[in-house]
């Protein structure tokens, strides 16, 4: 029942921007930390950034931090990566994670390139 679907990747040029949406359904999403991860093909899975259940804490990996940001509005069940300053190196398929748990979405592609 459990459901998370994220959307808004693409094709951007370095230094653009993208915003992912991650939209939750099927358990109490206000009460849960979220996270977003990402994995490149040939590496590990990377945990980008999390976010408390009420909002109010966020953490964020050493690569990523000071461009994106993300967010949830609990209201609309959705949690955002606002990824800005974009590099090739974030090229990556990204997946929203309930923190800690095995429910995971199906991932967003995300390429930098020129």
């Known amino acids: 029942q459990v459901q998370l679907v994220e959307s808004g990747g693409g094709l951007v040029q370095p230094g653009g921007s993208l915003r992912l949406s991650c939209a939750a359904s099927g358990f109490t999403f206000s009460r849960k930390y979220m996270s977003w991860y990402r994995q490149a093909p040939g590496k590990e899975r990377e945990l980008v950034a999390f976010i408390s259940s009420n909002g109010d804490s966020t953490n964020y990996a050493d690569s990523v931090k000071g461009r994106f940001t993300i967010s949830r509005d609990n209201a609309k069940n959705t949690v955002y990566l606002q990824m800005n300053s974009l590099k090739p190196e974030d090229t990556a398929l990204y997946y929203c994670?309930?923190?800690?748990?095995?429910?995971w979405g199906q991932g967003t592609q995300v390429t930098v390139s020129s």
């Open positions: 994670n309930i923190m800690s748990s095995r429910y």
